[in-house]
C-alpha cells in the first residue's frame, strides 16, 4: 500500500540553526500539507500546497518557515532559524484528487536546543 | 473560526463497546474525520461524515448531526490494540479544494482486561 515517507525521524539541532524536513508524498497525489503537533497538544495545521504554490497558511507559518516542492517527488518545509517553542512532532500529509482523505507520514521529531 | 470539544480520556474494558463524543463550533462545515493516532505515532484514517447519519466500517462507526453540531466514534468489540487516541478533525469549508483540517485535542481511549 502507498505511504507519505518522512525523514530524518528524529532531528537534533541548536537554536538560531536552520533545518530541512523532507517527505515523500503518495505519488499520484496533488495537494500536501504540513502539521506539527507539540507534545502532549493537539495537531496544528503549519501549510497546505497545490499546483506548486502555498494554498493557505496557519498564522504559526511566519516568515521563518517556508516550504518546496524541488521536484516531482520531494515535500520540504524550512525552518530558517529554529526557536526553542519550535520543538514538536511534524507531520507531512498528502491527499488525491478522489478523495478528501489526508494521509499522514510518520512524522520527524524536531528537538531545538 | 473553529472549537472542537472531545473528552479527554476514556477507559473502557477489552470486549466493550465505547463512544467517543465530539462536538464543534464552526462558521461553515465541510466534514468531519476521524483519525486514530497510538502513542509517538502518526495519525490514521478512520472514517470521514459530511451527511447526517451512520457510517459503518467493522467495529468502527462514526455518526454525525450536522444541526448539532455533534459526532460520535463508536468502537465495539474492544481489544487491547485499541488504546490509542481518537482524533477528531474538522474540514475547512473555505479555503478552496486544499481544505486544512482542524484538529480536536483528542481522546485519549485506554482498554484494560
Known amino acids: 500500500e502507498p505511504e507519505v515517507t518522512q525523514t530524518p525521524s528524529h532531528q537534533v539541532t541548536q537554536m538560531g540553526q536552520e533545518v530541512i524536513l523532507r517527505c515523500v508524498p503518495i505519488s499520484n497525489h496533488l495537494y500536501f500539507y504540513w502539521y506539527r503537533q507539540i507534545l502532549g497538544q493537539k495537531v496544528e495545521f503549519l501549510v497546505s500546497f497545490y499546483n506548486n504554490e502555498i494554498s493557505e497558511k496557519s498564522e504559526i507559518f511566519d516568515d521563518q518557515f517556508s516550504v518546496e516542492r524541488p521536484d516531482g517527488s520531494n515535500f520540504t518545509l524550512k525552518i530558517r532559524s529554529t526557536k526553542l517553542e519550535d520543538s514538536a512532532m511534524y507531520f507531512c500529509?498528502?491527499?488525491?484528487?478522489?478523495?478528501?482523505?489526508?494521509?499522514f507520514g510518520p512524522g520527524t521529531r524536531l528537538t531545538v536546543t | 473560526g473553529q472549537n472542537i470539544d472531545q473528552p479527554t480520556e476514556m477507559t473502557a474494558t477489552e470486549g466493550a463497546i465505547v463512544q467517543i463524543n465530539c462536538t464543534y463550533q464552526t462558521s461553515g462545515f465541510n466534514g468531519l474525520f476521524w483519525y486514530q493516532q497510538h502513542a509517538g505515532e502518526a495519525p490514521t484514517f478512520l472514517s470521514y461524515n459530511v451527511l447526517d447519519g451512520l457510517e459503518e466500517k467493522g467495529r468502527f462507526s462514526s455518526f454525525l448531526s450536522r444541526s448539532k453540531g455533534y459526532s460520535y466514534l463508536l468502537l465495539k468489540e474492544l481489544q487491547m490494540k485499541d488504546s490509542a487516541s481518537y482524533l477528531c478533525?474538522?474540514?475547512?469549508?473555505?479555503?478552496?479544494?486544499?481544505?486544512?483540517?482542524?484538529f480536536g485535542t483528542g481522546t485519549r481511549l485506554q482498554v484494560t482486561l
Open positions: 478533525a474538522v474540514r475547512d469549508p473555505y479555503t478552496g479544494t486544499a481544505s486544512k483540517l482542524t
Open positions: 500529509a498528502s491527499r488525491g484528487d478522489s478523495s478528501y482523505e489526508q494521509y
